[in-house]
Structures are given as structure tokens and as C-alpha cells.
């Protein structure tokens, strides 16, 4: 069972790779801050994690990492953006015995406040008006089996644009397998990793608001009717962006020290070309201290048209007392003509 599993997980990792033909209807989404990957340790490993995640932050990639926790976990991760563009994020897990694991996350985009020019006042009217977009989402996780893990989000998606907005709920999946594949001490968890989510399926967004609303005469060559009756524009609601993820990953050195993760990933989204990340982990751990990770990456592989390339990050998880954690990473991305980035995370575990 275990291997016919893993053989249909390969078939749609290479439909994902070769499947997809032009256009790829660039721009025709909503809400791309869903795009825009969390957590610092995946940031830096180009995007590669769908497989990888077993921490808080598999909320995003794939919520059935939730399953593997061992303890109770916040995260809080802050992003510089292009043009401004500031990205924020914070989540919570409880882990539930017997149960499941539990998160909440919340996730902002805030666009900051922009001059209004219209075409008669062209260097501005005095009036500023701001944009912003967040999400917020309840995961659940649960490893049904040794070798299995599944998991789901719900989240309540909001956009807004000076005086209109728009809303829509969305849902992931995920699933993660583990097996003995590849591995080299012998252990399940150390083995051939395979996950596979798809993100943010759900209800389009469709924007209202006073702005939509303008002053109409129905009959413009009569006299005696209103001149100015109220109209509205009715727009057309927008997609998410929906993303299905199918990634492997393997350790192809592990101590009692020293492991390191070699991990790719395969993505299908709606608006873009397929592409592939790759991305590696060294991490190493002094007893009674904690971990340092150096990390490295490249999204965007086989993409049409891309941005974006080499990612790069580092990272320390510091030791506390009755086994608790602090961890503190960053990740440095470069998307092509709009320079680079950098991610700051930080996170606790009890």
C-alpha cells in the first residue's frame, strides 16, 4: 500500500513538471500576498518545503506538518517588500495528545497610504488613501499513522483599497508520507519524504464600496427626468491564487550532530508557469545549547519569465530550560529586477 502510494505521489509530480501548456494567465488573481511564502527557514530554501515542514510554519506549505510537532509553538515572522510593501505574520500550534495539533495564524499585507491625483490635479488632491490585504486561518494536524500525516486549514480572506473591499474563504490540504527510502541510519523520519498540498481554494473576490457608485442620466436628450439617478459599476469577482504543491526531500547525512536535507518541489499554480525549487539544510547541534542551520536555495527553476533566483539564510534554535526552544532565522531572496529581500523570523516553543 505504502509503495503504491508513493508511486502515484511520483505520476503527479511529473504531470505537475511537464503537464502545463501557454498562456498561463499571469494577472488574473487576487490576493497574491497568499503567494509569498512564510516562515524564514523555507523562505531561504527556495521555496522548497512542502515536504520539509514539521513546524508552525507548515500552516502555509502544508498544514499535515502540523501532525509531527512535539510541542506547543508561536511564530512571528516580518517582511520588507518592494515599493514599501511590508508583510507581516504570526501563528500559534497547540499540540492535542491523542488528538491533533491546532493553529492559528494570522497573515498582513499593508500597502501604506498613497497621494489621490485625479486627471484635473495631477500633483495631488491632498488626500492620501491606503490599500492592505490579511488572512486568517485555523489548521489542524494530525499523523494518522507512522508513516502518514494529514492536515487542513480553513482561512477568511479581506482586501481592501481606500472605500472598497472584498472578501472570500478559503481552504488548503495536505498531505505528508514518510518512508525507509534513502535512508541511511535507518529511521522512518530520516528517510524519503514526500508531501503534496494544494493552497487556497476557495470563493473569488469580488470588490465593493462607495467608490463603485456615479451619478447617471438615463435619458441625457429628455428633459423632466432625475439627471442624476445613482449607478454602480458591478464588477467581476477575481480567483486566488490556487497552488498545488508535490515535493520530495532526503537526508543524505545524519549524526548524532550533523544532518543535512536536500529537498525539491514542484508547483502548478493558476496564474503563473509551472516551475521547481530546490533547496538544502545544514544544520548542526551543540548538546545542551542548541542547533545552528545554514540554508540555501533557488526558486523559479524552468519558470517563464522569472524573477526570481538564489535564496540564502541562516538560523540558531537555542536551548532553554525543560527542553524549550527559541529560534531566531533570516532568509535573503533576490527577485531579479526588484533587487532583494531579506525575512526575519522568530519563534518559541513550549
Known amino acids: 500500500m505504502k509503495i503504491k502510494v508513493t508511486f502515484i505521489l511520483l505520476m503527479l509530480f511529473t504531470y505537475v513538471l511537464f503537464g502545463q501548456n501557454k498562456p498561463y494567465r499571469v494577472g488574473t488573481t487576487a490576493a497574491n500576498f497568499l503567494e509569498m511564502g512564510i516562515g524564514s527557514a523555507a523562505n531561504s530554501m527556495g521555496e522548497a518545503y512542502v515536504s520539509v515542514?514539521?513546524?508552525?510554519?507548515?500552516?502555509?506549505?502544508?498544514?499535515?506538518?502540523?501532525?509531527?510537532?512535539?510541542?506547543?509553538?508561536?511564530?512571528?515572522?516580518?517582511?520588507?517588500?518592494?515599493?514599501?510593501?511590508?508583510?507581516?505574520?504570526?501563528?500559534a500550534a497547540i499540540v492535542l495528545p491523542s488528538i491533533g495539533t491546532l493553529g492559528l495564524s494570522v497573515t498582513n499585507m499593508d500597502f501604506g497610504r498613497t497621494e489621490v491625483t485625479t486627471m484635473a490635479m495631477q500633483e495631488g488632491t491632498g488626500e492620501t488613501y491606503s490599500a492592505g490585504e490579511y488572512s486568517i486561518g485555523l489548521s489542524y494536524g494530525r499523523k494518522i499513522a507512522d508513516w502518514f500525516g494529514f492536515g487542513a486549514s480553513v482561512k477568511w480572506i479581506s482586501s481592501s483599497i481606500w472605500h472598497m473591499s472584498a472578501n472570500?474563504?478559503?481552504?488548503?490540504?495536505?498531505?505528508?508520507?514518510?518512508?525507509?527510502?534513502?535512508?541511511?541510519?535507518?529511521?522512518?523520519?530520516?528517510?524519503?519524504?514526500?508531501?503534496?498540498?494544494?493552497?487556497?481554494?476557495?470563493?473569488?473576490?469580488?470588490y465593493e464600496g462607495i467608490d463603485l457608485l456615479v451619478p447617471v442620466d438615463i435619458l441625457p436628450n429628455e428633459n423632466g427626468n432625475y439627471k442624476d439617478i445613482e449607478g454602480q459599476y458591478k464588477l467581476q469577482g477575481w480567483e486566488l491564487p490556487l497552488i498545488f504543491r508535490v515535493g520530495a526531500s532526503i537526508k543524505p547525512i545524519v549524526t548524532e550532530t550533523q544532518e543535512v536535507i536536500i529537498a525539491v518541489d514542484a508547483l502548478h499554480p493558476n496564474n503563473n508557469s509551472e516551475?521547481?525549487?530546490?533547496?538544502?539544510?545544514?544544520?548542526?547541534?551543540?548538546?545542551?545549547?542548541?542547533?545552528?542551520?545554514?540554508?540555501?536555495?533557488?526558486?523559479?527553476?524552468?519558470?517563464?519569465?522569472?524573477?526570481?533566483?538564489?535564496?540564502?539564510?541562516?538560523?540558531?534554535?537555542?536551548?532553554?530550560?525543560?527542553?524549550?526552544?527559541?529560534?531566531m532565522d533570516v532568509a535573503y531572496k533576490d527577485i531579479g529586477i526588484f533587487d532583494n529581500t531579506l525575512t526575519y523570523s522568530i519563534g518559541v516553543t513550549f
Do not use: C
Open 53 to 91: 515542514a514539521e513546524d508552525i510554519s507548515s500552516m502555509y506549505w502544508n498544514p499535515a506538518g502540523l501532525g509531527y510537532l512535539e510541542s506547543n509553538e508561536v511564530l512571528f515572522m516580518y517582511q520588507p517588500w518592494i515599493a514599501d510593501i511590508k508583510v507581516s505574520y504570526a501563528g
Open 168 to 206: 472570500a474563504l478559503a481552504l488548503d490540504l495536505g498531505v505528508k508520507i514518510n518512508s525507509h527510502f534513502f535512508s541511511f541510519s535507518g529511521n522512518r523520519e530520516d528517510g524519503l519524504n514526500i508531501g503534496m498540498s494544494i493552497s487556497n481554494y476557495g470563493t473569488s473576490l469580488k
Open 275 to 327: 516551475s521547481v525549487n530546490v533547496g538544502f539544510q545544514y544544520g548542526i547541534k551543540f548538546i545542551g545549547f542548541g542547533q545552528f542551520y545554514f540554508r540555501g536555495g533557488y526558486r523559479g527553476l524552468y519558470m517563464d519569465e522569472s524573477e526570481y533566483g538564489l535564496t540564502l539564510g541562516a538560523g540558531v534554535h537555542l536551548t532553554l530550560l525543560n527542553n524549550n526552544n527559541i529560534k
